[in-house]
Structure formats: structure tokens, C-alpha cells
């Protein structure tokens, strides 16, 4: 007979401790972030994609002296585009007395020499045109026919 009482109190123990199972807190993580997220971003590699982008405008080091003579050029002022980028122009007065070596026609390359007046203007007094040498051009000895 006790086994009889005894066995509706293992039942009970039973069902109480799959309910307190049941009622525990939830391990849900539900939108965790991957630690990966947590580190820095490696900089060698962004560096290097950064390098290869061909968007990206590289520096281009232009001659301080040296010059292309700029479609805007006029009788009293000349356009100076600088030499070799030809992405910066400047508009300068002439001298009076201009002195000119070679050709100083629009889209030649040339050196010119500036001078600074009493008020702070820079006019140029003076253009050296540059001859530019072909580069693919071949200086081989040519052989004769006999």
C-alpha cells in the first residue's frame, strides 16, 4: 500500500520538474553581432583596394616654369596651361615688350619668365618655345645600299 502513495508523489515530482523546465528563462539570442564586427578594419587591405581604384585621380607633379600656350590667349594676355597635366590654367598680361624665342602659337610647349610690378601684378616679359623630341622616333644607324 505505501507503494501505492508513494507512486502519485513520483508523478507529481515528475510533472514539477519538466514544468520548471519549461518555465526558466529563455537562452534566445536573437540578433547577436558577430565579433568579427567588433575589430578593426584591416588597413592594409583597404590601402590596397583603395590603390587599385581606377576612379581615384593620382597626384601629377607639373613643371613650375614650364607652360602650354592655352586657346584663351589674346593679343595683351596669354593662357598659361601647366605642363605636362594640363589641368590648371592661368590668365597673365604681357609685357609691352614681350621678348619671343620660336613659336609661341596655342598648344606649344614653352618656357616662360614672369615679372612682378610695383602693385603686386605678375605679367610674363618673356616665352621660350621648347622642342619636344619624338619619343618613338629611332636614332638606329640606317644601312646603304650598295
Keep these: 500500500m505505501r507503494k501505492l502513495a508513494f507512486i502519485p508523489l513520483l508523478l507529481i515530482a515528475a510533472q514539477a520538474v519538466t514544468v520548471s523546465c519549461r518555465m ?23 590601402r590596397k583596394a583603395a590603390a587599385n581604384d581606377s576612379t581615384v585621380t593620382k597626384a601629377v607633379t607639373d613643371s613650375a616654369d614650364i607652360f602650354v600656350i592655352g586657346p584663351a590667349s589674346t593679343k595683351h594676355e596669354v593662357q598659361l596651361l601647366s605642363y605636362p597635366s594640363r589641368r590648371d590654367s592661368t590668365l597673365y598680361y ?6 619671343v624665342r620660336g613659336n609661341a ?3 606649344h610647349v614653352v618656357r616662360a619668365v ?5 602693385k603686386g ?6 616665352i621660350t618655345e621648347l622642342k619636344q623630341e619624338a619619343a618613338n622616333v629611332s636614332h638606329a644607324p ?3 645600299a650598295h
Design 94 to 99: 604681357k609685357s609691352r615688350r614681350i621678348k
Design 24 to 46: 526558466a528563462p529563455s537562452q534566445d539570442d536573437g540578433d547577436t553581432v558577430a565579433a568579427k564586427e567588433f575589430y578593426p578594419p584591416d588597413t592594409a587591405t583597404l
Design 114 to 118: 614672369f615679372f612682378t610690378t610695383e
Design 121 to 126: 601684378d605678375t605679367i610674363v616679359t618673356r
Design 105 to 107: 602659337d596655342v598648344g
Design 142 to 144: 640606317q644601312g646603304h
